[in-house]
């Protein structure tokens, strides 16, 4: 596809409809090209090769979000994503390939919201994955890790000169692989399917500057890697998603599925402390918005109930605070929440497909 028709692809990716119902497709009915590789569950995810990027692929994104506070125990979120997408017809020059690159830094205080959003033609240098040692960036966003593997590594985020975040970060525990080692369903047909994996067990600590004041800040971080060639399609209309910091130390990851005709697909995964994933069957999980946000004259779904029936909890999700929408020309929800109930904590959601 042309550079146009890609990007548009992603506005939809990230995007998508209006009020909680209907809901539009996040890829128009895009196709991937002939020769891209396909998600199977013969191939499950390994590490540390599957840290670095997947260009046969359609789509894929690295995604790191922080929940934060400073000295004074004031909480701040951040998020830095980057997303790797493949033109269709592959496109490849003397200047670049046909791999397009796009990144994502969101900044949260109680009080402001700083978003920024940068693209990248491939093989220019620019932006892309280096494997050995890891590293993501774009322009001179850098995520620089000591070895193959993401973790230990630095995070050097600078939006303008009032506003930046430098950390160094650490993971306390295993990666996890989501679904059967890594394929991860998204339907119940399984017509739609990804690899991905999580590092949840993140501890980062460093300095934030908004508005030209500077705090030292620590907290966790959430590490996502997804890859997929199953996501192009007219009836993918987005998902709501959630990756959860337990006060006892456990981690919960879940999200529902939105496809065309159906009822929203749940799944999820349950991580105890010492790291033991067990994949959440969809009978025993429930989802519900209790509350909403007008957005751009829409309603989005912002605090939400969640029950498990296996471990048994009963828990209630709720922004950390008004208007954490990454308005751009990619827009979509993206904010710190908290969480109560019958357990306790912090974390992430993603809502798309509400634009």
Not at 10 to 32: H, I, M
Not at 264 to 269: C, D, E, F, K, V
Request: proline share 6%.
């Amino acid at each position: 596809m042309s550079m146009r028709v890609t990007l548009f692809c992603l506005v939809l990716l990230l995007t998508g409809c209006t009020e909680p119902a209907p809901r539009t497709s996040l890829f128009n009915d895009t196709s991937a090209p002939a020769t891209t590789a396909r998600v199977t569950p013969e191939n499950p995810v390994k590490l540390p090769d599957d840290h670095g990027a997947h260009p046969q692929y359609q789509l894929e994104w690295w995604y790191l979000t922080l929940v934060l506070q400073d000295e004074h125990q004031t909480p701040y979120g951040a998020q830095f994503t980057l997303f790797r997408f493949l033109t269709n017809p592959p496109y490849d020059s003397d200047w670049a390939d046909a791999q397009q690159w796009m990144g994502h830094v969101s900044l949260h205080s109680p009080e402001d919201h700083v978003f920024s959003e940068r693209f990248a033609a491939g093989k220019v240098g620019t932006a892309g994955i280096t494997a050995s040692p890891f590293s993501a960036f774009i322009d001179d966003w850098l995520w620089q890790a000591e070895g193959t593997a993401p973790f230990p590594s630095t995070l050097q985020l600078k939006v303008d000169d009032d506003t930046r975040l430098s950390l160094s970060m650490a993971s306390q525990g295993p990666y996890i692989a989501h679904g059967q080692q890594g394929y991860s369903v998204k339907s119940r047909s399984q017509k739609y399917r990804s690899y991905y994996y999580s590092q949840p067990f993140i501890h980062a600590a460093g300095q934030l500057t908004l508005n030209g004041k500077t705090e030292k800040v620590q907290g966790s971080g959430w590490f996502d890697h997804e890859w997929s060639s199953q996501l192009a399609d007219k009836d993918a209309l987005g998902w709501d998603w959630f990756s959860l910091h337990l006060d006892n130390g456990d981690k919960l990851m879940m999200f529902a599925m939105h496809v065309n005709d159906q009822p929203p697909y749940l799944t999820g995964t349950y991580i105890t402390a010492q790291g033991r994933a067990t994949t959440l069957k969809e009978s025993d999980l429930s989802i519900q918005a209790l509350g909403y946000e007008r957005i751009n004259q829409r309603k989005v779904p912002v605090t939400w109930q969640i029950d498990i029936a296996r471990p048994a909890m009963s828990l209630t999700i709720k922004p950390f605070k008004k208007g954490q929408w990454n308005a751009s020309r990619f827009s979509y929800y993206e904010g710190r929440v908290k969480v109560t109930g019958s357990h306790q904590g912090d974390g992430f959601m993603e809502l798309t497909g509400y634009q």
